[in-house]
């Protein structure tokens, strides 16, 4: 048993934390709150870096590595709050991949930026494949697909606007599911750009009327593997996050003085610091386990990624309070950072399900094993 | 146990209605620009006041009504009713004009009073500052006595409310820094368009303005500028803190977190109303939030029997923002992404409460205030006691470099 | 507007103080867990102290005081762990009271002891009554009505064993819900005695196989009074509880020391203790919005009962936990008094429909008031 | 990221179980009275210990395989897939016996850790007392030493799991108490059968004795009792401490906890597996306990590599007891007041948890250690430094009199 990360995990988080460094990614998530022109343009650091191709297959130009090593970037992706449009990417990637896309080249140098349309796979009370509406209504039906056209509305889809490819997940009368490439430039696709409370995240609603693209080889497993794995990246995303907010708040409590007496020499503060770094280390551990069951318990994805997303969107929101909380009043100002990763916290928790959603998810998925359900 | 009006409070009650009722065309609406609203505010202010709905438990010598508190909740609750503005001067008229009635001269009970009540004089409080918050017996805002009895103050305060468009401020500085730090202390007004004094506004999560910064940069004041008299700064503040903690107790309903107003907003999707884990957290904060508002009845019942609250009263603030917090995290996980639209007012709810928490001091030396003062437990080992003020900032500079 | 005790009211309080105190009701509490017939019966002091005609009509020998009054009372007994029988009596002389029984004064006396069957009103999402069955199912049909015969069981009726008169809410074939007094010791009626974990606490399954009584002169709101009544004696008597453990944990953190300081001076604990304070205020004054309404505005009373029981129910959990928790290991073992309050505590949550339902309530109400439902 | 067996452990696997799978029907069932249970059980740790089962990680020279920390953890596995008990004196062979391996004299390790591994001799750990519980280093237990070098031990121990048939005792005592109160103290074995010893079972919430309280009147043992060397009782200590640290964060599931356990217990309810909000806490309770679960491998593979883990491993205890109560609640909240039948599982549950939450030290000081020597934050403030144990407890009892 080892756990701990390989050399090449090494190489590949410090690489990524080098690359992300040489950009002001904080600053520019304040500035882009008033101006989205501000909002960087990190997908040439992402293409340099070999992300766009990290889980394509070696023989069409990809890294080949594992979900475990996405997971470990999109950690140092939170850890400085960088909008990379890999949420939506990667999982797309993988379905491509997977499915045998005609043009994984492009896929993989970034030259096509990809994105997909999340669609939630049935559970046990849900037996259906359900997508999210605009205005509130969190379990709409999916794209409808018939024969090779697609039509319907899928709000909050990561990192749409601008994506080349889109990968739809349409079911068709019958109710079976299946996944298309589908040329994001063609008639019959419209992105509405949306962002919210988040500056740093590029949200589309994805409408497509009569779309069409190429069939993907994919079953239903195959094709709801997405949504785990993009699961598991937003909870990655939250860890690195999580960490930044535990280092300011640590740093912070120690040089603030309030009736004599560092503020973090109480307790008070003190637990609930430590209440931010047992959160960490639980959504850390259910990482592993996602990462882990990814490669070799692949019946268990569904339920430890769904755990790791939970935790690490839990612990971030956790974290992001308790980092206004210690800073006091000052923590809670525009010109402070705590807001930021405040921000990032809110909108995450409430992206792809929510939160809740993948809660219900674990409890679904253990109710089925125990034949509950 | 009663809590209906009196036959005289009931003839109170209507009466206070007619009047806002005739006259509710003349309030200002609060979707004015700042530099439009405020005026406006100023004007209805006015008119409350001519009309014995400002300063209903002021002193009728000063302009007041000589009433109780029950009276100057059926003020608000009418004022609620008519869906009219309240005054302007909320921390002036609920807490600072007080003070000075407790505490000033003569001379500045006759000069400020009236102003301050009809809204001729809007006034802010300068408390706080960045290294003094919870523990506000550390402010560093240093007064120096000229020769001609004139005082020179210098330093920084934060969070003050109505700076930009205040006559006067209330001022807490440390005039002596070789005693212990409670005993160094003088309470000032300070008129805010002296020189040295510089006004910026401090934007909150939601890019809002909702606070100031004051800084002083060598600013004179007159001797008769001193509140209280000097080296007792810290008994007026205390007698202020008391007078806001009396303003936000009984008012936890003022801070407009109601159970009904999140019972709406959730019901604004179709199925929540029927999802059993939703309905277990909006009844668990619609639980506490109508506690607040017994509570807040069960306080005003006590003032009216004469019993000074303690500072478990402060526990109202305390469970209204918590609940108010989960009620909007409620609602954004009903509502989804599109509840986090800036312009609305989840996301507004979201942005503004997590200041508001630490607002007033952290709910954690309220506890430990509560734990100790209600409860008899025993103090917190305090390394700041008896040590004058000067040694104290020493101390702390030298851990920090450690 | 005045909310403090009336003379009258701290005249009732302090004699209950005394009756109660002249009983180890604590003691017995402990010694009830090994040998049931260790358990004291108060009936005696109970009808002594006029608090079995509390709340009946003057007229017919009562004392004809108010459901607060009644609150105040179950206080006192929720402060000493008294195991008297009034969560049964007072709601059943409420509904015999109001619907004309016959013999009120024997109940008031107390020479009757009378006990009702919780039957759960309708709600906006279950829009029939329900009562709890035994092994686990929270919500059976009522008791069935056909003619005036009555058949159904209802589990963990408070205070059964012994009673001799039963007042029954039944619903009929066309839905129709009518409450009678029935006569405990006719055929067709049984009582299996059971205590659950607190052994001051008398609990019965009842059966009914074609009963018959006293039909009350009652409607349905009239009826459904007798559920929202309890939930607030349910409350009071928390509340008292609560005040107990909050006296014994404040008393013994200022004498305990560790690291040479009184454990009351940490945060941990003073903060925890604040915790139990505020959530005793807080339930106080939903008690106090129970009793207002209930005088005053009966429309809201289910809601403001429903709220007292679920603030209160959640608030002995605490103070109990916490009780033993400032204890530290002294605390969970049988010699101490603190798993007495926990034991209490443990069933009071789960007794009536439980807090969750109390919880369920609340919104169900406000929902309904908003138009939402 | 490997979590599965390399291929020398996945054959020693094999070994372990099919040892295991031939001889189950030897282990004693754990329904069976003490009297009875007790010596069935030193039989089959007797068994387990000859095939290499017990002891996985001590040095061979005292009867141990010499292994590492994963295939001690592969044969608490394969027990627990094989449905039979594991060794009785986990207490004896995962603590004390490692530190009597670290600490104790070339004598005291021929003596005692043979008839230890084969429970021959079962052992009990003597350190708790009722005024040192979480602040360990304040135990008042007192030790003399005589003319002829032998000790008399006087004083009270508590939670002392399996005294009743215990052998020896590990014991910290107080010989010093005019130095601080880390410095005065000794370690000691103690026989349990010599004069003075006073074994009393101590009931817990659920009636059962879970735990005893030992008390010591002028108990006479010989010098050579002394393990660590004297007034080095607190380093001994630590070192055992570690010990329960390591046995603890690396079998959290080994306290029984698992999450399929609760799911099982809920999905009795009809139900209960529809209702979301069942479903969201179900969830919460769960990932919680996965967290623990992964967690512990994490920990495993740190261990193996060479890393001893720090006071943050004591988390997963914490997580674990607080994810029980609330498993079990639900459970009981689900099933009604049934479940508070004292013959289940869940109101044994209900009863035993509270206990467990204090056991080996409560949480809050388990933070403090964390918040101090992990995130590296300020110390609270000790008013124990330094000061003579005899003055301090002075001061205690004067400030309880005030």
């Given amino acids: 048993m080892n756990l701990e990360l390989s050399q090449e995990q090494e190489f590949l988080r410090d690489a990524a934390r080098n690359a992300l460094g040489r950009v002001k990614t904080v600053e520019a998530a304040r500035e882009a709150l008033e101006d989205p022109g501000a909002r960087p343009d990190l997908w040439p650091t992402a293409c340099e870096a070999g992300w766009a191709g990290l889980i394509v297959d070696e023989e069409h130009g990809g890294a080949e590595l594992g979900a475990f ?96 490819v889109l990968v739809v997940i349409g079911v068709d009368a019958g109710g079976e599911v299946a996944a298309l490439a589908v040329d994001a430039t063609q008639d019959g696709v419209s992105v509405e750009a949306v962002t919210r409370y988040d ?114 969107s839990a612990a971030l929101d956790y974290a992001a309070r308790e980092l206004i909380s210690v800073h006091g009043g000052i923590g ?33 998925e253990l109710l089925a094993k125990a034949g509950a359900v | 146990m009663d809590l ?154 934060v969070w003050t409310t109505n700076a930009q468009f205040s006559a006067h401020g209330l001022l807490l500085a440390r005039t002596d820094a070789d005693v212990p730090k409670h005993k160094g202390l003088t309470m000032f007004i300070l008129p805010m368009d002296a020189e040295g004094v510089t006004i910026r506004g401090l934007r909150q999560i939601s890019g809002e303005a909702e606070f100031n910064e004051v800084f002083l940069d060598d600013v004179r004041v007159e001797a008769d500028a001193v509140v209280g008299g000097p080296g007792n700064g810290w008994g007026t503040a205390l007698t202020t803190l008391m007078f806001e903690r009396l303003t936000i107790g009984s ?33 668990e904060i619609s639980i506490e939030l109508l506690a607040v508002r017994f509570g807040g009845y069960r306080l005003l019942s006590m003032l009216q029997q004469g ?12 469970t209204t923002v918590s609940a108010a917090i989960e009620a909007f995290d409620l609602v954004a996980d009903v509502l989804g992404p599109d509840a986090l639209d800036e312009a609305g007012e989840t996301a507004y709810g979201i942005s503004f409460l997590p200041g508001l928490k630490s607002a007033g001091g952290t709910e954690e030396i309220l506890r430990n205030t509560i734990g100790e003062r209600v409860l008899g437990l025993p103090p917190e080992p305090r390394l700041d006691k008896g040590i004058p003020f000067s040694e104290l900032r020493a101390k702390e500079r030298e851990a920090v470099a450690k």
């Fill in chain 1, 69 to 164: 090593d996405a997971m470990l970037v999109m950690i140092e992706a939170g850890r400085v709050l960088a909008g990379i449009e890999l949420l939506g990417h990667l999982p797309a990637a993988a379905l491509l991949n997977a499915g045998g896309y005609g043009d994984l080249g492009a896929i993989a140098e970034g030259t096509q930026r990809a994105t997909w349309l999340p669609t939630r796979p049935p559970t046990d009370d849900v037996p259906a494949w359900t997508v999210e509406a605009r205005g509130g209504s969190r379990r709409a039906p999916a794209v409808a697909l018939d024969g090779d056209r697609l039509s319907g509305t899928v709000a909050w889809v990561p990192d749409a606007p601008g994506a080349d």
């Fill in chain 2, 251 to 283: 008012g936890a309903e003022g801070l407009g977190y109601r159970p009904e107003r999140f019972v709406e907003l959730v019901a604004r999707d179709e199925h929540a109303s029927a999802d059993p884990e939703v309905r277990r957290r909006l009844g």
């Fill in chain 1, 199 to 312: 500056a740093t995240r590029a949200l589309g609603h994805v409408t497509l009327d009569g779309a069409t693209g190429q069939r993907l080889a994919l079953d239903a497993e195959g094709i709801a593997h997405a949504w785990y794995f993009a699961q598991t990246l937003l909870a990655a995303e939250a860890i690195g996050t999580v960490e930044t907010c535990l280092a300011s708040s640590v740093a912070y409590a120690k040089e603030r003085f309030t009736f004599g007496r560092a503020i973090g020499s109480y307790q008070a503060v003190k637990h609930a610091l430590v209440e931010v770094l047992r959160r960490r280390e639980n959504a850390y551990s259910l990482l592993v386990y996602a990462g882990w069951s990814h490669e070799d318990r692949r019946d268990e994805f569904p339920l430890a990624a769904s755990a790791a997303r939970a935790a690490a």
């Fill in chain 1, 332 to 364: 809670a100002t525009w010109e402070h950072d705590a807001p930021l990763f405040f921000r990032r916290a809110q909108l995450s928790r409430r992206l792809l399900g929510g939160m809740g959603d993948a809660t219900d998810r674990v409890a679904g």
């Fill in chain 2, 307 to 318: 019993t000074i609250p303690g500072p478990e009263a402060g526990l109202a603030k305390v």
């Fill in chain 2, 4 to 157: 209906n009006d009196t036959p005289e409070q009931a003839a109170y009650r209507v009466r206070v209605a007619a009047w806002l009722h005739e006259h509710r065309d003349e309030a200002p609406a609060l979707d004015l620009p700042e530099e439009e609203l405020v005026p406006a505010q100023r004007a209805w202010q006015r008119r409350l006041a001519e009309n014995g709905m400002a300063g209903v438990t002021w002193p009728e010598e000063f302009g007041g009504q000589g009433l109780g508190p029950i009276e100057s909740v059926i003020v608000g609750q009418e004022i609620a009713k008519a869906r009219v503005p309240g005054i302007l001067d909320v921390i002036g008229v609920g807490m600072l004009g007080p003070t000075i009635i407790a505490h000033g001269t003569q001379e500045q009970k006759g000069r400020y009073l009236g102003p301050m009540l009809h809204a001729d004089e809007v006034w802010c409080q300068l408390f706080s500052e960045p290294a003094a918050g919870s523990d506000l017996a550390a402010v560093q805002c240093r007064a120096r006595q000229e020769d001609d009895g004139s005082w020179r103050l210098t330093g920084q305060k």
